[in-house]
């Protein structure tokens, strides 16, 4: 929240030319840390009047089709090619002699981003 979402709001506040102080809105989802009192409390704390959190009912397949009609499926499909990969830089390895101990995944940034 301080180092992404409060950069990007000032910036888009002065961009706008709206005030500074208006409240923003942080729509979250309903995993147990958003509603964590830990968490709303470092809000009020931290963040009083400057974020509005809505929270999203727990029945997101209701309340967001998508979720469930479109980002199911590519979720599914990108955990699939994922193993695969997995699967083939593992197979490939022992091809090449590497023992069970000796093998490195690639899990460098640019790997992992991309």
């Known amino acids: 929240i301080n180092g992404i979402l409060v950069p990007f709001w000032m910036a888009k506040k002065q961009q706008q030319g709206v005030p500074l102080d208006q409240p923003?809105?942080?729509q979250l989802d309903c995993w147990v840390i958003?509603?964590?009192i830990a968490f709303r409390t470092w809000l009020d704390v931290n963040h009083l009047g400057s974020i509005i959190?809505?929270?999203l009912p727990v029945q997101t397949g209701v309340a967001q089709p998508c979720d469930?009609?479109?980002?199911?499926?590519?979720k599914l499909a990108i955990k699939e090619l994922q193993h695969k990969d997995i699967v083939s830089e593992t197979l490939s390895q022992l091809t090449a002699g590497k023992t069970p101990d000796d093998l490195r995944l690639d899990v460098t940034k640019p790997t992992l981003r991309d």
């Not at 469930?68 to 590519?74: A, D, K, N, P, Y």
């Open 24 to 26: 923003c809105i942080l």
């Open 34 to 36: 958003h509603r964590s």
């Open 53 to 55: 959190v809505l929270s």
């Open 68 to 74: 469930v009609g479109i980002q199911r499926s590519l």
